[in-house]
């Protein structure tokens, strides 16, 4: 699961990137939110281009795990039906 940027459904405020990278860094999410802010007024606008770019194109951690896990819904498994008169008991 490190290998990969992923956006977070937890704790996120807009679309969960910051989230995601700071679940991926294991970094404090405030302070990824002052360094976001900071780097995006010293930038013009492109933090917040990025912001979206990363949006749009990252995947969500829940679905990658429910992909590498396959968490989904529980499937019901076939059962052998019972013949019970011919098990032996007399009752």
Do not use: H
Request: positive net charge; proline residues 2%; aromatic residues 18%.
């Amino acid at each position: 699961m490190k290998d990969k940027f992923y956006k977070q459904r937890k704790n996120k405020m807009f679309a969960g990137v910051l989230a995601g990278i700071s679940d991926r860094y294991g970094w404090d999410l405030n302070l990824v939110r002052a360094l976001y802010v900071i780097f995006s007024m010293f930038t013009n606008g492109i933090g917040f281009f990025l912001y979206i770019v990363l949006a749009i194109f990252l995947p969500y951690k829940e679905d990658i795990m429910k992909d590498r896990f396959g968490t989904g819904p529980r499937k019901r498994k076939d059962a052998d039906v019972i013949d019970d008169d011919k098990d032996g008991w007399y009752w």
